[in-house]
């Protein structure tokens, strides 16, 4: 019960630190979602001077069956996911044309080629064409936040495009197919209520960051505002003060860390948090929002804590009172190790603008090496769009005035 007393501190903090420019009806940035234009000038300019580790994530891009001009689309008219007994799973088709739509937009922003324009909006078209539903067992919500995310994404990049004549058509499937999940997610949790804690923090994250990025690719405030409240006050597991809920000062220059919801769980989901929450303090900071920094750069100190124990550190532990009333009493070694393509995101905006100290972050970021995207067979390896090293490198250049 600690943790609860340490969310209501930290909510009061917080909500002195975030401005929430968007909520008030000023113009959306376009594109603004993981990527600004400015964002991607950088990333060009990177891979022409041959810069690494940003020309290493590009030639991994170039490399990738899901890059490839020639990509073929697998739409359906209703994704199920968790294998219902009335049903079959078919979503691999659309998480691994999610990453496609995604790397063949990137690919053409930064080389200009048209070929991957069109590719892309081939996959994104026979989507909007096809999809109606996603349904399954409580595991379609997943579906609905990760994969409605990652297709906003690569639809926000290539709104920017002429030759995408549907982009109208797309909104308008995103809006009834996605945006309802996530709303009915967020304020009902499958009939667990609005707090839902029966559920772990990325259940919430993954549906805020799609419900951001809807408001930002439709032009809905409304929509935008209700994801950035919820961070911000909700009584969900994935609203930041409970998602990140148990802070421990730093010495000398680290910032601290801050344990997650999902620590005592198993380290593959706690990396999980991360990513996401990486994700929506992105979208929010292309337009204008500075959740970074909100309750005193929280994001990074739990990237920090789950960096370090996943770098074989010990940590901290405060033990967590689950929904079901059992007591977590330390934290779980499960997939203990455990990395994805995302430290280049935190560590560069926290490093590079905010000139903060992140050590763990860091080291697990060198150790990953060069990022991609869409690695490995099962989901899990598409859960995030990678490319941060491509996209997010060189961010001192941002803080100098060029972003």
Not at 17 to 22: C, D, G, H, M, S
């Amino acid at each position: 019960m600690q943790g609860r007393v340490l969310n209501v501190v930290g909510l009061i903090i917080g909500l002195c630190v975030v401005n929430v420019a968007n909520a008030e009806n000023q113009n959306f940035v376009h594109p603004g979602m993981l990527s600004t234009n400015d964002d991607f000038a950088r990333a060009k300019r990177l891979v022409t001077s041959k810069t690494s580790p940003a020309i290493d994530s590009w030639n991994l891009l170039e490399k990738s069956p899901y890059a490839a001009a020639n990509y073929a689309p697998n739409p359906v008219d209703r994704v199920v996911r968790g294998n219902p007994s009335w049903g079959k799973d078919n979503y691999a088709s659309l998480f691994r044309d999610a990453a496609a739509a995604y790397q063949l937009a990137v690919r053409w922003k930064i080389s200009g080629n048209i070929d991957y324009a069109n590719a892309s909006i081939r996959v994104l078209d026979a989507w909007a064409d096809k999809l109606t539903d996603v349904i399954g067992t409580s595991d379609k919500y997943l579906a609905s936040g990760i994969y409605g995310y990652e297709l906003a994404n690569a639809a926000e990049i290539m709104r920017t495009y002429p030759g995408w004549k549907k982009f109208p058509q797309f909104q308008g499937m995103m809006l009834k197919v996605f945006y309802p999940m996530n709303h009915d997610f967020i304020t009902k949790h499958n009939g667990y209520g609005e707090a839902g804690l029966h559920y772990w923090a990325n259940w919430d994250l993954v549906n805020l960051a799609s419900m951001m990025a809807i408001g930002i690719l439709t032009d809905r405030h409304d929509i935008y505002k209700e994801s950035m409240n919820y961070v911000l006050h909700g009584l969900g597991n994935g609203a930041f003060n409970n998602a990140m809920w148990a802070v421990y000062p730093g010495t000398g220059k680290e910032v601290g860390l801050a344990q997650v919801q999902e620590s005592g769980r198993d380290q593959g989901h706690s990396t999980l948090d991360i990513a996401i929450i990486g994700v929506i303090c992105q979208m929010a900071w292309s337009q204008g929002d500075d959740l970074f920094s909100f309750n005193h750069n929280l994001a990074l100190k739990a990237s920090e804590y789950v960096a370090k124990y996943n770098l074989l550190y010990d940590v901290p532990w405060t033990n967590y009172t689950t929904s079901d009333g059992s007591i977590q009493t330390q934290i779980s070694s499960g997939s203990r190790g455990s990395t994805r393509p995302m430290w280049t995101l935190i560590y560069n905006h926290y490093a590079g603008i905010k000139h903060l100290e992140a050590p763990y972050t860091k080291k697990m970021m060198d150790n990953f090496g060069p990022e991609a995207g869409a690695y490995g067979s099962n989901s899990g390896g598409f859960d995030q769009l990678g490319y941060g090293s491509l996209l997010f490198t060189n961010y001192q250049e941002a803080a100098a005035g060029k972003r």
